[in-house]
């Protein structure tokens, strides 16, 4: 089938997702794909897809999204909007377009505690389990979505999958040769915006077909979108993605290879940044809903564009011995360090591929091998030092408190008494290798067993190189890294210099066994996590705040002022664990089961929190210990026809929980996450969904989910003990509500969706709540006439924030009440044509 026939089928609702039935994902790697959907077939508990919305039925609470329902949303838009569909899951845009970034939580687990995946390869970040969800891949080459609430595959290679999963499968390349194209231009719609924030995007791909005569065939695309930052007038998305498959079949009996690759190259600024509470301040009847754009400015000017004052510039000559200090104010027409103005890019790209092989008679093998590469920064203005930081009299090159001295004369104007503009970004490249391979025995059609082994390698290396900035407040390059300034020994000035190696290596298990209406379920994980350290700089404060000098000194002088700091080292930490996975299902009815599932989980400390404990002297106290949790899942299903519900309860109980929170302003402004522990804690929801198609052309969806959490002990911070014994967790929404309705009149389909998300505690202290918000989002489809070649061509309109509401964006919390966020994605619409070939 052409590739554009499968996306015309995939979004009408009269196709029933017939487009991908035979291939559904409900899992990570082919191997726990062809594990679980086998024991499906066999076992006839199919989930029937409902307008591409699909319950699988599993031990496990999982929900489907199938290009069905992915293609309705506006082109470009990131997965993790898309998925708020799904109970539970609980997301907020920074911005309409999906290309700025976000967070979310998934049953009030926030993103570092959800591992994601793209054909089984992981995305969280390797060091810190951070998700960039504005590098996902474009949506039009997505065949479906598994969200897991809760727990993970047996052989998933993560270290911190505590919170569930989401499993983002790429469709396999069509039989026909084909081409599909789209452009998109939209606009926010609402009062007060700036005027260019324009949203334009081009996607195009082309399916090979079979081009050999034994089944091999292929697809290419390429994607590029550009638009104006919604809150932010000096900042712009400039993003290009490349995405490409092939696909080799080897008989008949499902066995192949396939071979995937992604590129991602995005230049874009941090959407701005503000103190939640701040942000409450709007919510009140003076507040209009056009002074949202002007937030982030100072005195509601934007101080661009800028100049540097006369002897600030790197290389721009000055008054010859005056000691002019670079702003780093936020003021109308200084160049100075808001946080609006920092950029943010990043370069990232993977090959993935994936097998299957039939051994013998019973006997499969899978192999998905992968690679992936990152190369990005976050960061902003800041003064460069022309003279020396002195110790005892001896003078020193590099980054020593907060500041960077390079010992010569960096404006030319023959002195070197002047600070003058640079950036000092945080830089993070990691090569990342892995493979998930599995064995699965198929003893008879009602028991199957398979043996896995995970293997996750990943080199994080983490500078701050610091570059030169232009006259206009511009760095020479965003990346300082490929631009860096040099001191006068010709040595770099680091911010930060470390290296980190991610290491894990899994052995894993899983049964499965029918007898009549009942299905168990029996795994165990033992992963054995391995975090090498290497602090090439001096650890100053259990926060991790480091002095960095330049390659080559003699720091004896320095070592002898400063006996508290920890000096230049490497470290090895080790982490592993039996993790026991059971479950069942029991088909009480033809119709109707019940599902339960246990599983043992742990989150191994990320690298930042590994890093803070250098300060301290090896031994148990400073090697961080890592969250277990225990998992309860219960629920039930209905399934006949048109209809499809699942309603789950959940109880999850987590031991040595460590929190983290991110704040602009610490650092001396540059920034720093935050870390508390707050020992045990408890949480425990429900979740439920009903779909159903009263006729072949039209489709009610409602949603719908509770969260709650018990911290069990009151919190020691440097302010003195926190009560937070009986609160609950800050940052997550206590619940959130839906619907979702679609109906066709021929050539014309109609879909709109609404979704309440609750409050939010600011804070563990629980003393003050962020207020629930409402968002309406409307779509529509309207096939004008026939392609060319064949398939269609079609107009397609989606308008988000409906009603223009304001809200608090996403923010992870504090303990007792400082926390960050952006402001919710305003009012906006777009406009789509595509045409099949």
């Known amino acids: 089938m052409k590739f554009s026939s499968v996306l015309n089928t995939a979004t009408s609702a009269i196709a029933v997702g017939v487009a991908f039935l035979a291939v559904p994902a409900f899992a990570q790697s082919t191997g726990s794909v062809d594990f679980e959907e086998d024991a499906i077939v066999v076992t006839g508990l ?20 199938t290009a069905e329902q992915i293609q309705r949303a506006r082109p470009g838009q990131t997965i993790n909007d898309i998925i708020n569909l799904v109970p539970g899951v609980s997301f907020q845009n920074n911005d309409p377009w999906g290309s700025m970034g976000g967070g979310f939580t998934i049953r009030g687990f926030g993103a570092d505690r959800v591992s994601q995946t793209l054909d089984g390869l992981p995305l969280n970040d390797s060091g810190n389990y951070a ?102 007038p000096y900042g712009r998305v400039d993003k290009t993605q490349l995405n490409a498959r092939l696909y080799q079949d080897l008989g008949s009996n499902g066995d192949f290879v396939s071979v995937a690759g992604h590129w991602n190259q995005n230049r874009n600024n941090f959407a701005g940044s503000e103190n939640v509470n701040t942000l409450l301040g709007y919510y009140n009847d003076e507040f209009s809903k056009r002074d949202r754009f002007t937030v982030y400015t100072a005195d509601g000017q934007f101080p661009y564009p800028c100049s540097l ?53 019973g006997l499969i093998l899978t ?6 590469y990152v190369k990005a920064n976050g960061g902003g203005p800041d003064d460069l030092r022309e003279g020396f930081f002195t110790v ?15 010992g010569r004369d960096l404006n030319g104007d023959g002195d070197i008494l002047d600070r003058v503009g640079g950036i000092d970004p945080s830089q993070t490249r ?60 010709g040595e770099e000035v680091n911010k930060r210099d470390r290296l980190s190696w991610a290491i894990l290596h899994q052995v894993s298990g899983e049964y499965r066994g029918t007898f009549g209406d009942f299905t168990a379920v029996l795994g165990l994980r033992a992963p054995f996590f391995t975090r090498r350290l290497t602090q090439n700089c001096y650890t100053t404060s259990i926060s991790g705040f480091v002095d960095c000098p330049a390659p080559g000194q003699d720091m ?64 148990d106290f400073a090697r961080p210990v890592p969250e277990t949790t225990d998992s309860f899942d219960v629920g039930f299903r209905y399934r006949e026809g048109r209809l499809t519900a699942q309603l789950a309860g959940w109880y999850t109980k987590y031991k040595d929980r460590l929190a983290s929170a991110f704040d602009p302003n610490a650092n001396n402004g540059e920034g720093a996450t935050v870390y508390r522990n707050l020992g045990t804690v408890d949480k425990w929801g429900v979740d439920g969904s009903i779909a159903y198609q009263p006729t072949d052309n039209s489709l009610i969806y409602i949603f719908g989910s509770y969260n709650d959490s018990e911290i069990k002990d009151d919190i020691l911070s440097d302010g003195g003990v926190v009560a937070t014994a009986g609160n609950m967790e800050s ?90 966020a952006q402001i919710g994605a305003p009012r906006a619409g777009s406009l789509a044509l595509s045409v099949g070939f």
């Open 46 to 65: 199919r989930a029937e897809d409902v307008a591409g919305l699909e319950i699988p039925a599993t031990p496990k609470a999982k929900q489907v999204l």
């Open 131 to 232: 998700l960039y969800t504005n590098q996902q891949v474009d949506t039009e080459i997505l065949e479906s979505v598994n969200v897991n609430l809760g727990v993970t595959d047996v052989d998933s290679p993560t270290a911190s999958a505590s919170g569930g999963t989401v499993n983002i499968r790429t469709r396999t390349p069509g039989d026909d040769f084909g081409l599909f194209t789209t452009m998109t231009i939209g606009d926010v719609l609402s009062p007060g915006s700036y005027s260019d924030s324009l949203y334009t995007r081009a996607f195009g791909m082309i399916d090979t077909g079979d081009f050999t005569g034994v089944g091999t065939k292929a697809f290419i695309s390429a994607s590029y979108q550009n638009y104006g930052v919604p809150y932010n």
């Open 309 to 361: 004052p006369e002897g600030t510039v790197y290389g721009g000559g000055g008054v010859n011995g005056q000691s002019e200090r670079y702003s780093d104010s936020s003021s109308s027409g200084d160049c100075g360090a808001p946080f609006y103005r920092r950029y943010n890019p990043s370069d990232t790209g993977n090959i993935r591929g994936s097998s299957r092989f039939t051994l013998a008679d």
């Open 367 to 372: 192999v998905d091998p992968s690679y992936q």
């Open 392 to 406: 005892n009299g001896v003078n020193y090159t590099g980054a020593f408190n907060g500041g960077y001295y390079f």
């Open 430 to 489: 990691t090569d990342r290798l892995g493979v998930i391979a599995n064995m699965i025995w198929e003893i008879n059609d009602d028991h199957r067993v398979r043996v896995a082994y995970t293997w996750d390698r990943a080199r994080h290396r983490q500078t701050g190189q610091i570059a030169p900035m232009l006259a206009n407040g511009e760095p020479t390059d965003v990346f300082a890294i490929d631009d860096a300034l040099l001191d006068l020994n």
């Open 556 to 619: 004896t002088a320095y070592e002898a002022a400063n006996p508290d700091y920890a000096r230049p080292q490497s470290r090895k930490y080790t982490y592993d664990k039996l993790l026991p996975n059971v479950g069942f299902t029991y088909n009480f009815l033809p119709t109707a089961s019940v599902f339960a599932n246990y599983a043992k989980g742990l989150s191994v400390p990320g690298t930042d929190p590994l890093y803070d404990s250098l300060y301290l002297p090896d031994g």
């Open 731 to 820: 940052g997550s929404p206590n619940y959130s509500y839906g619907a979702r309705g679609q109906i066709a009149f021929g050539a014309l389909e109609l879909g709109g969706q609404v979704k309440r998300t609750g409050k939010r505690w600011l804070d563990d202290a629980n003393t003050q709540r962020v207020p629930s918000y409402t968002l309406v989002d409307l779509d529509a489809r309207l096939v004008i006439g026939e392609g060319p070649t064949g398939g269609d061509v079609a107009l397609q309109l989606n308008l988000t924030n409906l009603f223009d509401e304001y809200y608090v964006g996403y923010f992870g919390g504090s303990l007792n009440g400082e926390s960050f």
